[in-house]
């Protein structure tokens, strides 16, 4: 049973945090809602869950054999934040229902998480510190609890935007948002390049 806590402290610290995925969750909420943002949530999740699962069944030990691959994906993610800020800041701010088909997409959440070193580095530590053998039972156990606190994680953060969404009902405020959000994606990728 405390492997099991152990499991769901970590996946539970590592979702929860501020990070990328996070942060267009909150951008995302406030500007669409909370329903239609459930697509970026559900494929953040799903993202997430099998690279861990892919970790945790040796893709570690491909990225040991060539430690140039990890650059590669953390120079990719680095480009993606940069561009995710780009559409932050330049949108308008116009708030509507009927932009919904719009919304962070469950295949953008996927790739968000496939391009983000914060999930990269969770999965190495994740599956070192609790699945150090490769037992695959163990690699599904901690999966499953990932898959549910990763979603109600990253939907707080969506539930949050939309709480947000109140106070952001004109199109300056909501842009002033954005670029606040834009800023602080920058920041992340900036952080990431830091040796």
């Known amino acids: 049973m405390s492997l099991i806590f152990s499991m769901a402290t970590f996946a539970l610290v590592a979702s929860i945090t501020p990070g990328p995925v996070n942060i267009v969750a909150l951008s995302a909420g406030a500007r669409y809602g909370f329903r239609a943002t459930l ?30 691959l990890t650059r590669v994906v953390q120079l990719a993610g680095v480009a993606f934040l940069l561009y995710m ?4 800041a330049m949108d308008n701010g116009e708030l509507g229902d009927r932009d919904e088909g719009r919304a962070p997409s469950m295949f ?3 790739l968000m998480q496939w391009l983000n070193p914060k999930a990269w580095l969770a999965c190495v530590a994740g599956m070192g ?45 909501m842009r002033l948002f954005n670029r606040a959000m834009a800023v ?9 390049l830091l040796p």
């Open 39 to 68: 697509r970026h949530v559900g494929g953040a999740t799903l993202g997430f869950v099998l690279l861990l699962v892919l970790m945790g069944l040796g893709l570690h030990e491909v990225l040991q054999r060539w430690p140039g």
């Open 85 to 88: 800020a780009w559409k932050l």
């Open 108 to 110: 953008h959440g996927a």
């Open 129 to 173: 510190a609790f699945v150090a053998d490769g037992e695959a039972s163990l690699v599904w156990q901690f999966a499953a609890i990932y898959l549910v606190i990763c979603y109600l994680s990253v939907g707080c953060w969506a539930y949050a935007g939309s709480f947000l969404r109140i106070w952001l009902g004109n199109p300056a405020t």
């Open 184 to 192: 602080l994606l920058v920041a992340s990728a900036v952080y990431l």
